[in-house]
């Protein structure tokens, strides 16, 4: 993952990452998780890079565009077929990429935006666009191919930051079994906890996850995307 791979390879290894941390949490109890192992698993998560898709967007999806109009074209511009007799309408590919450049921009300075809610708003913004857009004329007009040719990101921003909550789960419930082994229960507040608050935050909210004890036990989650 960090010699940049495609989003498909991203998405494939954080399915596999997503079900360790799931384990990680449901690990994290007195009966299946010593102290010692628990701080030693912590730090390794907390130390272990995960590369988020930000580069791969840029260079994956401006290829695949261009894959694609080389595959229509050729190299040069071409024309297809109307039913009915209608006389054939050639395609400018070199401005129908230019188009597609224009909104693979939008999604990338989209995809810098900090907080998830912001960035699902410019991200459904986009979408809205490039759906105006195709619905606007043929897809013999540049403009119209153009917008026909990105995908949507909206998903995979909730999938990118779904196993950021899944993460910052995982190291909470872990040091959350660290102070139980060291005071004989579990803390009334995370913040009691000593539990770094970015380890703690709901990337969904931008606010900390939400806790709570519950007998012998605890509550803890995210609120997820809705």
Known sequence: LVQQPSVIEYLVARAANDAVLRTLQVA???DQLDPATA????AALAAAPWPRPNGHIDGYQRYMILDVLVDLS???AVS???PRGIPLVPIHFALALTEANEFV???????KIPTFADRQRALLAIDRDARARTSSGTARSPTVLGAMLIPSWVSLNEIVTERDAQEHLALTALGLRVYQAAH?????????????AADATDPFVDRPLVYRRDGAGYLLYSVGPD
Request: proline content about 9%; hydrophobic content about 35%.
């Open 39 to 42: 701080g030693r698993l912590r």
């Open 184 to 196: 004989g229960n579990y803390p009334e507040t995370l913040a009691a906890a000593d539990i770094a």
């Open 28 to 30: 994290a109890t007195p």
């Open 74 to 76: 050729e190299g040069q």
């Open 80 to 82: 297809y077929p109307e």
């Open 105 to 111: 921009d939008r999604q990338l300075d989209a995809w």
